[in-house]
């Protein structure tokens, strides 16, 4: 018997600049677009080029998650700068998103997990 580690399909997002009201839509697009495709099973958004985030581009993230757990896949944020930080603490969002602190602990996460099941071929 062999055995084969089948690893999930994972889509990273890294939108850059401001997450506003301007763009608020065409982010929100793009995830569920993300999380629409086949055979993806997790969606993680490295907000680490982020500049700003109002609650147009709070409330994009929110719908995504929402569909996320409609659909039963993964969502999870990572590298949120300080000053996006406070904002998911003061609307305690920070308990509701899976947040990592880099793309290198949400592997490490992801590896350590069921997310990578082992099968025996």
């Known amino acids: 018997m062999q055995a084969v580690l089948d690893y999930p399909k994972i889509t ?26 086949d ?3 997790i969606l993680l958004v490295n907000l680490e080029y982020v500049e700003s985030l109002d609650s147009k581009g709070l409330m994009a993230l929110v719908s995504a998650l929402k569909l996320a757990q409609k659909l ?10 300080p000053s996006l930080k406070i904002i998911f603490e003061l609307t305690q969002l920070d308990q509701i998103f899976e947040i990592f602190q880099g793309q290198a602990a949400f592997e ?9 099941t082992l099968t025996y071929a």
């Open 108 to 116: 490490a996460a992801c590896l350590s997990t069921e997310d990578a």
């Open 39 to 41: 055979g993806i099973s």
């Open 12 to 37: 990273v997002i890294s939108p850059q600049g401001c997450l506003n009201a301007k763009n608020a839509l065409e982010f929100e697009t793009n995830l569920t677009k993300a999380l629409a495709q």
């Open 72 to 81: 039963g896949r993964r969502f999870s944020l990572c590298t949120v700068p």
